[in-house]
């Protein structure tokens, strides 16, 4: 297997000091996984660093094997903690945030994929402040308009689901219990159920997919009323997964971010080194700017 070398403008820094101890010894004392960690993000020194993260529930052993992704796989047998919640709360209530992430893996092995903790965690979050944005990247719950409705009802500012890759390469790099219409269904049910939610999607880029499918894909996403787009380099986490066939440069990411501007997308972050909960925050701040 080729492996291509990474070029120049994928390195990173290394995490630093402050904002990242806290947020470390945070998650830490209240026992908390993050999807920055799980998933080995780029970025996590980045954010950490200031102040953000992103909480991931249910666990930290996905039912599904995507092969792009680094997450543990395996059958959590149903376990659940019904304390995480609170403890969640207390954590964002420690760290000040004003901005939560909160994300999971998929939980096939729970008959509503967890949707219950998401919304528990959601109001917990939402009694210390109700002005704490609350950002959710959930599985595809089945598509199933009961389980998504009741964490739509929970009241999140940003409901997210990422479609991951365009249509014809969804076989080959997720689950095969995952589907490219499905995930679509999944952001239209939301939309069916409260239009006035932000709704937001990711792919990533570098698996082989052509211009075409990529424009395709962010048609597709518009149809369903997606507002916010974030769209990525794939990096290879480990020499099992699935190799990169190209490195797509900032100025790529720039046009690919144009022509979706023109889909009419509220908001868009292109760029080699974003990922789905990347600078979340100023995402939501940039939309309430447009509006005003």
Known sequence: MQILRKPGWLK??????????????ALKKYNLHTVCEEARCPNLGECWGEGTATFMILGNICTRYCKFCAT??????????LTEPERVKKAVEELGLKYVVLTSVTRDDLKDQGASIYAATIRAIKSLNKNIRVEVLTPDFYASREIIES?????????????????????????????YRKSLETLKIVKEINPDILTKSGFMVGLGETEEEILS?????????????????????????????????????EHIKEKGLEMGFKYIASGPLVRSSYRAAEAFVSLLLDKS
Do not use: W
């Not at 543990?72 to 903690?81: R, S």
């Not at 974030?230 to 797509?248: A, D, F, N, S, W």
């Open 12 to 25: 990173v820094e290394l995490p630093g000091k402050g904002e990242f101890k806290e947020v470390r010894h």
């Open 72 to 81: 543990q796989t395996g059958n959590p047998h149903g376990e659940i903690d």
């Open 151 to 179: 964490v739509v009802r929970a009241g999140p500012d940003v409901f997210a689901h990422n479609v991951e890759t365009v249509k014809r390469l969804t076989p080959q790099v997720r689950d095969r219990r995952f589907s």
């Open 217 to 253: 894909t962010m048609e597709d996403l518009r149809n369903v009323g997606c507002d916010i787009l974030t769209i990525g380099q794939y990096l290879m986490p480990t020499r099992r997964h699935l190799p990169v066939k190209k490195y797509y440069s900032p100025s790529e990411f």
